[in-house]
């Protein structure tokens, strides 16, 4: 058996999320289901970053193992049965112990936000026309390199052995016309950026202070957080793995 990584990129909107449910068509469930028809054969795919429902991702990953030789012609194939929405970037053959979840060293995400109503970002942008201070929206993003535990920002009933993650970048930045929130770290919780996003928003339109977006951090209680960011902003845009990965 060979192990390959399939990168992939799509955009959320119609979709359960990225994994595969029990009910609701997911980006796992299509893709098994393309792979499937046109290779004839049944596929087991493991994801590496798992998506909410209506979240999008510029790049993410599933690995899986196959008897079969595949080449760039697959690709052209899947994309051929794949819908619109959905795109089969490349096919890498990689090592029989290579995991796509477990290997990757970082993932980074964006949150778009835009202020004035426009048709073409409904899907991808969450629209926010309030009046919001970037100073204090850039020292709430700063604080944040700060902390290691993220409990506060994780949603209930998340089973993880470890509300810890090692933050790498967390920036306010404005690009053509929108306001993006980048962030990257070794790993995320569930509900942690859009959770970030909307707490931040509230110390920007000075609901709360920052020394009350510091003691929400430091509560560790998700109740003091908003998770009130929609899922339309939120895009995963890499994820990392060690330089000599795939040679």
């Known amino acids: 058996m060979q192990r390959y990584f399939l990168e992939l990129s799509y955009k959320g909107t119609a979709y359960s999320g990225f994994q595969i ?3 609701g068509v ?7 289901d393309a792979l499937s028809t046109i290779c004839r054969t049944a596929f087991q795919l ?5 998506t909410d429902a209506g979240v999008h991702a510029e790049q993410n990953y599933f690995h899986f193992d196959t008897d079969l030789e595949l080449t760039d012609k697959h690709v052209y194939n899947l994309n051929a049965v794949l819908p619109s929405d959905i795109a089969v970037k490349q096919i890498r053959r990689v090592g029989p ?5 477990f290997d990757a060293i970082s993932r980074s995400y964006r949150y778009q936000i835009y202020r004035y109503k426009d048709p073409f970002l409904t899907d991808t942008a969450w629209l926010y026309p309030f009046t919001i201070d970037r100073a204090l929206l850039d020292q709430a993003a700063a604080i ?11 949603k209930r009933n998340t089973q993880v052995k470890t509300f810890n993650c090692s933050l790498e970048l967390s920036q306010w930045v404005e690009r053509d016309g ?8 070794n790993r995320f919780l569930r509900g942690m950026i859009r959770g970030l996003v909307a707490t931040m928003l509230r110390v ?8 009350d977006f510091r003691n929400i951090i430091e509560s560790k209680d998700c109740a003091g957080a908003d998770f009130s960011a929609p899922a339309q902003g939120l895009c995963l845009t890499n994820v990392a793995f060690p330089a000599s990965f795939f040679l």
Do not use: K, P, W
């Open 21 to 23: 449910q029990q009910t």
């Open 26 to 32: 997911t980006i796992q469930s299509e893709v098994t």
């Open 46 to 50: 493991t994801g590496s970053s798992r």
């Open 97 to 101: 112990t290579a995991h796509c979840r």
């Open 144 to 154: 944040l390199m700060r902390y290691t535990d993220f409990t506060s920002f994780s």
């Open 178 to 185: 929108l306001l993006l929130y980048e962030v990257r770290s």
């Open 204 to 211: 920007a339109r000075g609901s709360i202070s920052i020394n």
